[in-house]
């Protein structure tokens, strides 16, 4: 089996990002792209304690086969499934959903005093805000998980937006959490740079015409990306803002992350 290909800028089809073009905004994903969320949550338990939730709110079971894991892929399809029958604008229906969110929420919550961030996160970001740079971070988590790990790390003033699954917005690789911050930054779409670890981050980017970089801490999740035709791959935070100028110095590549929940 050919080795996982582990250097900052590996080869995939299409044109490459350049390293010095003007960024206006830099928006991240968070999970696997700025902190390791996922190994310190039980993805478990909120998955019984959801599909509970949602079986007492009458949802169709042939959701619950057709997604048998992945809480947020069972929120989004539920989601998806209110609002093609025209239905997610019903108040009733919903608050079903942010009850839904709210208790992948509480799991969220309980596991991210213990998130670190990924290599070079909380440089990148400093740096960014010390430049004047607006940066987001665009999430399927819920945004108060995203700024109570900002507080924790002392970082709450180096993102102006956080846009989560809490907006009630579709989820990625729907562009429309993407679209709102760049609307809240006021930046146009060809000024800014999008950098998730997912194929779905990478269709969200490029519905939109944005740029998308990858920060890749799994094998699989970087051999999707590369099949999808991803333009740049890096291990890290650092490593990235390493290539684009906004870090002084390249550090050694983030080891791969187990996959969870």
Do not use: C
Request: hydrophobic residues 45%.
């Amino acid at each position: 089996m050919r080795q996982e290909q582990r250097s900052g800028y590996p080869e995939a089809p299409g044109p490459r990002l350049p390293a010095r073009y003007s960024i206006g905004a830099w928006l991240f994903d968070f999970d696997n792209t700025l902190a390791a969320l996922e190994p310190q949550v039980n993805w478990a338990a909120s998955r019984v304690e959801l599909e509970d939730y949602l079986r007492t709110q009458r949802i169709p079971a042939a959701l619950f086969r057709a997604f048998p894991k992945r809480n947020l892929v069972l929120y989004e399809a539920v989601r998806a499934d209110l609002q093609a029958k025209g239905l997610v604008s019903d108040p009733e229906l919903f608050e079903l959903l942010r009850g839904a969110s709210e208790i992948i929420e509480r799991h969220e919550m309980a596991g991210v005093a213990n998130t670190p961030p990924l290599q070079g996160a909380i440089e990148l970001l400093t740096e960014l805000h010390a430049r004047n740079t607006p940066s987001a971070i665009v999430t399927s988590n819920s945004s108060r998980t995203v700024r109570r790990w900002l507080d924790l790390h002392r970082l709450q003033a180096t993102v102006k937006v956080v846009i989560g699954r809490d907006s009630m917005m579709a989820l990625k690789p729907d562009p429309s959490m993407l679209s709102r911050a760049l609307a809240e930054l006021r930046v146009l779409t060809n000024d800014a740079l999008f950098i998730g670890d997912a194929a779905a981050d990478l269709s969200a980017a490029r519905s939109i015409g944005l740029r998308f970089a990858a920060i890749v801490s799994k094998p699989r999740a970087g051999e999707a990306l590369r099949q999808a035709g991803a333009d740049a791959i890096f291990n890290s935070p650092a490593e990235l803002g390493a290539y684009f100028g906004v870090l002084g110095i390249s550090s050694p590549a983030a080891p791969y992350q187990p996959e969870r929940g």
